[in-house]
């Protein structure tokens, strides 16, 4: 009976024992969680992998940007005034000739003749108005006489000299010198044809005008020899010079803009007429200036910033921008120039973020030298 009541008791304290050890066991587990919790969220900061950039120091310019057509200085386009077969071509579609050179011949023997039939009219009149003066100043003549066949003589003085013209007119030359861009004739058609339509189309190369049309809040800001750059299509070289030749002294009411003729010279010939032009005209250029590439740049909060890396950090910095060209945007203020900035991943970027670069070319060392270069690269282009 003792045995009992004693296994009894024991049973009790164990009843007892066991919510305490249960509690502690609970605890010390919440405790392991927590604890595993907070360094899940330690391990969970990760560094956002980004590019960067240096700044770099160079000249930027505030240009006007448009198109234009280059168009040649001179040109002409020749049209027969004669009537008749052609009966030789000269020259062909792209070959260079000079002012004065023969380019066709019309059939010349109607011209001929009548030119000889001019001649011998004049000569019977001369004879005759000779033969007049003898006896004219004697009075033996009528004034009515004279002055008529004075006039005779001088009507076949004009005839003979334009069956002369005729005759020249005949032989078709160059009016200025310079390459055959059209040539539309062929040997044995009627020269009446091209009357209406030209014969040749003759360019003069050396120089070239870029025509644009500017808004009339431009106007101020044209002068005269101004430098405009032109960027072809044709060329993957350095941009060709332009320099402002001439400015529209009115506004166009329809468009309110004004006419600008930029002149182009030309020498080795390698422009074309016809062309097409991206221009910039140049209103400033600034030399030794804070370039920034413009990608960098995040419109946030109503102001310009851009992502600073340091130590692996990324801090916002407010700046202030210039002159814009190409891929470079000019610095005023907010930085001071030996910077790296953040130009890819940093749309949903956070001030004061861990980053991680990636191109570790640019992170490790670049001379400033060489962004210069670069940047004076994209400037120029």
Known sequence: ????????????????????????????????????????????????????APLSIGHISSNYATTA?????????????????IE???????????KGQILAQIEPRRYHLNLDRAKADLVGVEKELAKINKVYNKQLVSDDTYDKLTAQYES?????????????????TAPISGYIA?????????SESFQR???????????????????????????????ASL????????????FVERISPVIDSKTGTFKVTLRVSNPDNLLKSGMFAQVKLNYDTKQNVILLPRKALLAIDDSINVFVVKDGIASKKAVTVGYQEGEVVEILSGLSGNE??????????????????????????????????????????
Do not use: W
Not at 75 to 83: G, I
């Open 156 to 172: 076949a003085k004009a005839t003979r000299s334009l069956a002369e013209l005729d005759l020249n007119e005949a032989t078709i």
């Open 88 to 98: 030789h071509i000269y020259v062909e579609e792209g070959d260079y000739v000079e």
């Open 1 to 52: 009976m003792d045995l009992i009541i004693t296994n009894k008791k024991v049973g009790l304290r164990l009843l007892m024992i066991l919510p305490i050890l249960l509690s502690v066991s609970l605890l010390s587990s919440c405790g392991e969680a927590e604890a595993l919790t907070e360094d899940s969220k330690q391990e969970l900061v990760i560094s956002v992998p980004v590019e960067v």
């Open 182 to 190: 059209e040539q539309n004739a062929k040997v044995g058609n009627l």
């Open 231 to 242: 960027n072809l299509t044709a060329f993957d070289g350095d941009d060709i010079l332009a």
């Open 69 to 85: 057509v280059l168009e040649a200085k001179e040109e002409a386009f020749v049209v027969p005034r004669a009537s008749g077969i």
């Open 340 to 381: 790296k900035v953040v130009i890819t991943g940093h749309q949903n970027l956070r001030d004061q973020a861990p980053v991680d670069i990636v191109n570790d070319d640019v992170s490790q060392s670049e001379p400033l030298e060489l962004a210069q270069k670069t940047s004076n690269q994209l400037v120029k282009g």
């Open 197 to 227: 339509e030209r014969m040749f189309h003759i360019v003069q190369q050396k120089e070239l005008y870029g025509i644009v049309y500017l808004p009339e809040k431009e106007l101020s800001k044209v002068h005269k020899e101004q430098q």
